[in-house]
């Protein structure tokens, strides 16, 4: 099909589908804007998300695109609540007190991805990688087109959190090959833990990521993406520097319990994203309840002048989800700590989507 006869066949199919909100049509609300098609079949087209969750939007746009004749591939630029005039909410606007705008502009490296954020913490084992597999999880629950990338060199446990135990498939011709995510839960996951020997001493891991990822980045196939989640190995150290350079992120969620706010490990965290430009989302308190107390991590984001992102309780659910073989906000997601996360959730998407 060519290309203009494709656009306004997608066009007509986007408008019979009704905004319950506006009561009209997508295209007639300007919720779908600036559709592009291509001789190849490759869709592309801005998505107005509404104030109120309207996921279910989102979804029906993209399946009844999909289920197009003449459509291979389909990239929905996901535009959130106050973004439209504003840009991916990357960069603009005055200097916040303890965040900084990352100015690099994205360069080849993962241009099919809209937003890249990472999940860190300056100090191992506060729930990064809970943290990152339920960001990841209940984004696509809400209808985003997830990855989820494990760069935990030291102990990648993401396949484990989503019941992955094989490995990925190479696909593609002799020095072309690509490597195939693995979809899980909604979500197209990536370890290093896929890549490194299980033997391979620590210490041989730390020089090898920074280079290694950023060719294990190009080599995987991830199709386009809304929202790439990378779960970070703990510390501040250079290979953690340098792996955040790599990857030139959109943003940061940092995490921390309560006992640990005091340590400075948090704070060393911040500092090394606000050395590299790379804006803080804000600071999730996480294993909060009345044996460690709470507040601690709202208190810090007060004191650096960073948003809070929520506090996530202590909570068997949590626990037993690697058990499960999946995130807590599908295992159980009735739980306090689920909806503390898909809570987590919101309060990410309202950050990315204000500029600094
Ligand atoms: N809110 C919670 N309630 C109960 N258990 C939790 C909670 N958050 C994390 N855990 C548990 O604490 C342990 C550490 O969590 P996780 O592996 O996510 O931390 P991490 O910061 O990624 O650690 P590492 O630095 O080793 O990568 C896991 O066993 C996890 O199941
Ligand atoms: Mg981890």
Do not use: C
């Not at 294993?287 to 709470?294: E, I, K, L």
Request: proline share 5%; no cysteine; glycine share 12%.
């Amino acid at each position: 099909m060519n290309s203009e006869d494709l656009r306004r066949s997608v066009t007509s199919a986007l408008a019979a589908v009704k905004d319950p909100g506006s009561g009209r049509d997508l295209v007639a609300a300007g919720v779908v804007q600036n559709l592009e098609a291509d001789e190849s079949g490759s869709v592309r087209f801005q998505f107005q998300l509404g104030s109120d969750d309207a996921s279910d939007l989102l979804k029906q746009a993209r399946s009844t695109v999909e289920a197009l004749e003449g459509v291979s591939d389909v990239k929905i630029n996901v535009q959130l609540p106050q973004m439209a005039a504003g840009g991916q909410g990357n960069g603009g606007g005055g200097l916040k007190p303890g965040s900084v705008p990352a100015p690099t502009p994205k360069p080849g490296l993962l241009s099919q991805v809209s937003q890249v954020i990472a999940v860190s913490s300056g100090k191992g084992g506060v729930g990064k990688s809970m943290v990152a597999a339920n960001l990841a999880a209940v984004f696509a629950k809400a209808g985003h087109r997830v990855g989820l990338v494990d760069a935990d060199i030291y102990g990648p446990n993401i396949p484990l959190m989503f019941g992955v135990n094989r490995r990925p498939s190479v696909t593609g011709e002799k020095g072309q090959e690509m490597i195939d995510p693995i979809e899980a839960h909604g979500v197209r996951l990536m370890s290093l833990g896929f890549l490194l020997e299980e033997d391979q001493p620590a210490i041989m891991r730390g020089p090898l990521i920074s280079g290694i990822l950023k060719q294990f980045l190009e080599q995987v196939d991830w199709g386009s993406l809304d929202m790439m989640i990378v779960d970070m190995p703990p510390g501040t150290g250079d290979a953690q520097l340098s792996l955040v350079q790599t990857i030139d992120l959109d943003g940061a969620v940092m995490v921390t319990t309560p006992q640990q706010v005091a340590t400075g490990d948090v704070r060393r965290g911040i500092k090394m994203f606000e050395r590299v430009n790379t804006r803080v989302l804000g600071i999730v308190e996480n294993m909060s309840g009345d044996v460690f107390g709470s507040g601690g991590g709202e208190a810090l984001a007060l004191e650096m002048g960073l948003p809070f992102l929520g506090r996530v309780p202590l909570d068997a659910a949590v626990a037993q989800a690697g058990d499960a073989g999946a995130p807590t906000v599908v295992s159980a997601s009735e739980s306090e700590a689920a909806k503390a996360l898909d809570a987590v959730k919101d309060a990410v998407q309202k950050q990315l989507a204000s500029s600094v």
